[in-house]
């Protein structure tokens, strides 16, 4: 039996739309500055400043996703499974499921619930966004944004080509996570129910599995 349960509280759900709406923006406007003489959206001065703002925008957003991470029971979501051979076995039949299982009609080995709402492969691609290249993508474009005031870790870190090349590193493998991850929003029981779950907060659970998580 089915039964509505808030999966996504109000604050997380406004930092997603937010950062969603943000990284876009941070990724159109890079484009630009970067092919400056193949693209000409806005103007090279717009697009800098646009991206500068947006920058600072998302920067102050992942710091309140960190915050509500730390602070509320969020974080069970992403370590809900602590065995590293089970969280392998868990990685392997959702990689086994999303590449083979679910054209075969097979069912998600994973169910979702309050405090595990991401399976084993979605919690460890997401803790190795948020917590290993966004903070990078934050620091690169920092350093970017005023190479005089960082100046001595610019250089110490080989000078600006090599912050520069690990930026751009970084937005190709966040720009290919992007459409992967829209995609991947769309495998519900109806294409629309996790992304409708994302605006409204609740999304339709078995029961059966909320009474398993309390046991």
Not at 9 to 20: K, M, S
Not at 182 to 209: C, S
């Amino acid at each position: 039996m089915l039964r509505k349960v808030l999966i996504h509280p109000l604050p997380l759900r406004i930092w997603h739309w937010t950062n969603a709406l943000g990284m876009i923006l941070l990724a159109l406007t890079g484009i630009q500055i970067r092919y400056v003489d193949l693209i000409n959206i806005v103007s090279y001065k717009n697009a800098v400043m646009i991206h500068n703002y947006t920058g600072f925008v998302v920067i102050a957003n992942f710091f309140v996703w960190l915050a509500f991470h730390l602070i509320t029971a969020e974080s069970r979501n992403y370590h809900a499974e602590l065995n590293p051979v089970k969280m392998f076995k868990g990685c392997l039949n959702q990689l086994v499921y999303y590449g083979y299982g679910m054209f075969q009609g097979w069912k998600n080995p994973f169910h979702i619930a309050k405090y595990k709402k991401f399976n084993p492969l979605q919690g460890l691609t997401y803790q190795i966004v948020m917590f290993v290249f966004v903070p990078l993508q934050i620091l690169t474009g920092l350093m970017l944004w005023d190479v005089t005031r960082f100046s001595k870790i610019v250089d110490f870190l080989g000078g600006v080509r090599v912050v520069d090349t690990v930026h751009v590193i970084i937005f190709t493998i966040i720009a290919c996570y992007i459409p992967f991850h829209a995609y991947l929003a769309t495998l519900g029981r109806t294409p629309g129910e996790h992304i409708h779950a994302m605006i409204t907060g609740y999304e339709e659970v078995e029961e059966e599995d909320e009474e398993k998580k309390a046991e």
